[in-house]
């Protein structure tokens, strides 16, 4: 499973039979242990990792810190699961420390960004207050570093 | 004026140039090559270990080290060949830290052998190793071990060519180019030979930390030293480095483990040639042993797949090729073809742009077959693969 889960974190385009090959297995084995991770929801899905910025996309993300009051039963996960399905929340995690919720927002323009914490978020009964900081620029994102091309720099033949 | 050519010491002008450097030559150039005839990871140093390179810049660490090494070094080596190899050195005299294990090698010969005394050592193998005999005017004497029997080193060809002139029996496991891993018991017959003939052992364990073990070759193997055996330790050079398990190469940099007395001589050598090895390439060497072993598995994992896609798609083009244990190579033989090694390897350039190194470059006992290195990325080698299916069918 671990390598498995190694192959397709890295490059989640293998195709069953490529995963197949590169770890000695049936297709239909990988076909089995693919289902299982994604039905335990151990994957949750795939996608391809953009720098908007080089890919031209009118994009803007922002970070808020989200602070909320714990309810009597289930602390803060009704609250943070709701929060979790609008479309422009791409991540949303339970901190330790200052602030309750990191809530990661994307969304086309500030002034997205902005109508969704002070029309969706803020309003929310429960969350306490917000505090936004919009991302400047991508240097690493899922892994991967920004602007970076992968030559081979290597002698053709050495010994 | 006499021709500078004459000028050329006897012994360099005979040494003949690598059949490697010939080739590279007929590749440099082409950039719709891809190349299987590296020596070398694909892989660059782990970035923790070239944070520590450039921490050590930082902080303005270019001096220059003990001869034998940084001692924080030596101590970080000592603890970690006994982790691998089951033998354990003193960090304060029975370490050398050197440039690359290529020095090393240099620095055995040159500070054990009297001019003609000879070293035994098992074709195909390591380009240098005839040379550097060669340089300290030592008689190299090759046993060619053979694809047939899976490039095994008989104890009993060892035996036959040990002569009152053998100072050292020289072993590469696992083996450039042939991925070759000894057997253990051969091992230990060997060790009892060097025993019974009072002869030094230099072993070259570079690869060792790449092995694919289990049926599936997926687990990493157990790597066996023979300089654990006993009554070995005393008379065994051990060497290893960073180079390949850490993909390390451009940082140069390796070393030699060996009783006092032996390593206090190659380090006279070392300290009057080279007197220490870079110092930022020692930082980032403690780095690497202190937090590297995650990386090496990782990219271990990464050689294991592409080791098991090469041995599948040879088979499947019906070229025979033996399993590796080890190392990352394959050495597939093509005698079927009726064409040298120079000649496959030259014709699969031209017509089909894939690089692979002709056997013959690896001593005598490679011809026959072509090494093809497997530290590339796995599309790649599909693709090369693809291409080499079509060169062997063209051939028939």
New interface residues.
């Given amino acids: 499973m671990d390598a498995l889960l190694e192959l397709l974190q890295n490059d989640a385009r293998l195709s069953t039979s490529q995963l197949a090959e590169r770890l000695g297995r049936s297709e239909a084995e990988v076909a089995a242990m693919i289902a299982d991770l994604q039905g335990k929801g151990a994957i949750l899905g795939y996608h391809a990792v953009v720098d908007p910025e080089r890919a031209g996309q009118r994009h803007v993300s922002a970070l808020i810190e989200v602070k909320l009051t714990p309810e009597r039963d289930g602390g803060f996960d009704r609250l943070a699961q709701r929060i979790a399905r609008f479309d422009q929340v791409t991540s949303c995690y339970l901190m330790s420390g200052g602030y309750d919720l990191a809530v990661l927002v994307e969304g086309e323009d500030l002034r997205e960004v902005a109508r969704f914490v002070s029309e969706k978020l803020s309003t929310l009964d429960g969350v306490l207050s917000t505090a936004t900081h919009f991302q400047l620029k991508v240097y690493k994102q899922s892994g991967f570093i920004a602007g970076e091309a992968t030559a081979d720099e290597r002698l053709a033949v050495s010994p | 004026m006499k021709p500078l050519q004459d000028r050329i010491a006897h012994h360099v002008r005979s040494l003949p140039r690598?059949g490697?450097r010939d080739?590279?030559e007929l590749?440099?150039g082409r950039d719709d090559?891809i190349?299987l005839?590296?020596?070398?990871p694909?892989f660059c140093s782990p970035w923790h270990i070239r944070e520590a390179a450039i921490f050590s810049l930082e902080k303005g660490q270019t001096s220059y080290t003990s001869n034998l090494g940084l001692l924080s070094l030596r101590q970080e080596i000592a603890k970690y060949v006994e982790g691998l190899f089951k033998v354990s050195y003193d960090p304060a005299s029975e370490i050398l830290v050197t440039v690359g294990v290529s020095e090393a090698l240099d620095l055995v010969f040159r500070a054990l052998l009297n001019p003609g005394e000879e070293v035994i050592y098992h074709e195909p193998c390591?380009?240098?190793y005839n040379p550097s005999i060669v340089l300290a005017y030592g008689k190299p004497v090759t046993i060619q071990t053979k694809v047939d029997d899976n490039f095994v080193l008989r104890a009993s060809d060892v035996e036959a060519a040990i002569t009152d002139k053998t100072r050292i029996i020289l072993l590469n496991f696992p083996t450039?180019p042939t991925g070759a891993v000894e057997p253990v018991e051969e091992l230990e017959k060997i060790a009892a030979l060097a025993i019974k003939h009072d002869l030094i052992v230099v072993t070259d364990e570079i690869y060792c930390e790449l092995l694919y073990g289990g049926s599936?070759?997926?687990s990493p193997g157990e790597h066996v030293s023979i300089a654990s055996f006993p009554g070995m330790r005393e008379r065994t050079v051990l060497l290893h480095g960073f180079s390949k398990a850490f993909a390390m190469t451009g940082f140069r940099l390796g070393y030699a483990c060996a009783p006092t007395v032996l390593t206090e001589a190659m380090m006279k050598i070392h300290q009057y040639s080279m007197l220490c090895a870079p110092m930022m390439s020692q930082q980032a060497a403690i780095e690497a042993l202190k937090n590297g072993a995650p990386e090496v598995e990782?990219m271990r994992?990464a050689y294991a797949?592409r080791r098991?896609?090469m041995l599948?798609r040879f088979a499947e083009m019906g070229l025979p090729c033996f399993s590796p244990g080890g190392a990352f190579y394959m050495f597939p033989d093509i005698r079927k073809y009726g064409l040298t090694s120079k000649e496959f390897a030259l014709r699969l350039l031209e017509e089909e742009s894939v690089?692979v190194?002709p056997g013959s470059a690896f001593g005598e006992a490679g011809e026959g077959s072509v090494r093809a290195c497997y530290a590339?990325a796995?599309e790649k080698i599909e693709i090369a693969m693809d291409r080499m299916a079509a060169f062997v069918k063209r051939l028939g």
Avoid: H, P, W
Avoid at chain 2, 37 to 40: A, D, K, L, N, Y
């Fill in positions: 690598s490697i080739f590279f590749v440099v090559v190349s005839g590296v020596g070398e694909d390591y380009v240098s450039n599936d070759g997926m990782r994992r797949q098991n896609l599948k690089a190194v590339t796995y």
